[in-house]
């Protein structure tokens, strides 16, 4: 099969078997059973250096890094000749890997001028161990990635440990999808439709309010049945001051649902 017929998963974690390695293979998994070849990166291996911003802005014109950068090169290549992306991040303080980032600013600099990627499809799961905290936030930096490469983005998938199984099922969902999308690869017709796609996507528009309650619905969803029901009330009192102008109140109550929430999964 030709390269450019592959689906590239790119694990952006250094801990090469943990829960992005998993939930990107569950996408991988996914595009294997419709049909698509399919090939799993660990950037662990590829750390691309830092962009140098060099001065002239030569990379734009010559397609290639200045600097001799091997990750860089590696990683362009795959992502260039592939025909369909997923990107795997786990998420540090509300943000996206180191070794994300300096992998997509890079390809900034050199190739969003050209867009040779436009059309392609392509989505991003993120992962907010711990706390969860930062589930969406963190996958921000991913899906700006592709919306100025002008990719074709699937949904996102924010995962914490709370709704990893179900982040898990999803993630091979949206791989059989993408393996279907690669089949007929197309361009979004003008800037305009590719910023109401983007503004079309779910999650991506959520405030940090909206996001930290998102996360304590996934934790409150993760409890045991029977212990989750005065719990999940707290969430109802919260859009009830939310509907009200009780913004601060709102978020408060949502604290404390989460904060329940937590103990009660800790325990179990």
Known sequence: MATNE?????????????????LVTAALEGADRNGAETELIQMADHVVAACKDCIP????????????????????????NCAGLILG????????SGMVKYFILKMFRVYARSAPLQ?????????????????????RPVYHFFQMMQMRALDPVPATRFNFDSAIQRSGELGARLAAMAKDRKAFSSLEERLLYYDALPYLGLSRAEERRLLADYVTQSLPEGSSAEIARGLARAD??????????????????????????EAK
Do not use: M
């Open 89 to 96: 991040t786990p998420v540090y303080w509300w943000d996206t």
């Open 57 to 80: 802005w030569v990379c734009r014109e010559n397609l290639k890094c200045t600097y001799d950068d091997e990750a860089f090169e590696f990683l362009s290549k795959k992502v260039l």
């Open 240 to 265: 009830t001051l939310a509907a009200a102008g009780k913004a601060l109140d709102s978020l408060a109550e949502v604290s404390k649902v989460y904060e329940a929430g937590l103990e009660v999964f």
């Open 6 to 22: 592959i689906i590239v998963g790119l694990v952006g974690s250094p801990n090469r078997d943990g829960r992005t390695y998993q």
């Open 119 to 139: 059309g392609l499809p392509a989505f991003g799961i993120g992962i907010a161990g711990g706390t969860g905290n930062g589930l969406v936030s963190g996958l």
